[in-house]
Each structure stands twice: as structure tokens, then as C-alpha cells.
Nanobody, 122 residues
């Protein structure tokens, strides 16, 4: 089993910044991809940013130029730096990881964190 622990969500004013962190622990052979999704009230969960094992990234158009994803491989941790926050960024942010748990098992398992609330409001 793999556990994802998120931190960093809070109330922030428009134009402000936050950094979210997510650490993975448990039975991990390799993390193929790790990143963040978000879900606002009444909306579907959507990709925010993802970083792959080759360091390539996928970032939603709505946050490009404002959010930056990075990863610490030694700590199995991913970060999301969020700048110039807008009220429409308000959502629960979920950490996401696609993991191989053993060198002999080629399957990729998907894990989610519990979510951390980000509220952008004056």
C-alpha cells in the first residue's frame, strides 16, 4: 500500500501565493507520475499539474504561468507552487500518484490523497 500525505492548503487573498506538498510513503518501487488535481464545488475533478518520471510535466492551461510543479525524488515528494492566486482557484486539491510497487510487477497502481482545501478570498 502507498499513502499520500498532503499539506499547505489554507485561506489566502487574491494575488497571494501558496505551496502545496505531498509526500508518498509505503511500498514503492518507482513513482511513474505524481501531481495534483482539484475539485471545486459542483464541478468535476480536473488535472492541475503532473510531473512524470522523465521530468516532463502536464499543466492545465488555466494555471500555466502561475503554478509550478516540482519533485524531490529522494523524498518521494511533489510540490505545487501557486502564485497570483485567483478566486476561481478555490477548490480541494488532491495529490495523485501512479506507482509501481515491485520490480517484478509491471502494473501501475493509482493512489489519491485525502485532499487539502485552498480558498482564495478577500
Amino acid at each position: 500500500q502507498v499513502q499520500l500525505e498532503e499539506s499547505g492548503g489554507e485561506l489566502v487573498q487574491p494575488g497571494g501565493s501558496l505551496r502545496l506538498s505531498c509526500g508518498a510513503s509505503g511500498t514503492i518501487f518507482r513513482i511513474n507520475a505524481m501531481g495534483w488535481y482539484r475539485q471545486a464545488p459542483g464541478k468535476q475533478r480536473e488535472l492541475v499539474a503532473l510531473i512524470n518520471s522523465d521530468d516532463s510535466t502536464n499543466t492545465a492551461d488555466s494555471v500555466k504561468g502561475r503554478f509550478t510543479i516540482s519533485r524531490d525524488y529522494a523524498k518521494n515528494t511533489v510540490y505545487l507552487r501557486m502564485n497570483s492566486l485567483k478566486p476561481e482557484d478555490t477548490a480541494v486539491y488532491y495529490c495523485h500518484a501512479r506507482v509501481r510497487v515491485d520490480w517484478a510487477d509491471l502494473r501501475e497502481y493509482v493512489y489519491w490523497g485525502q485532499g487539502t482545501q485552498v480558498t482564495v478570498s478577500s
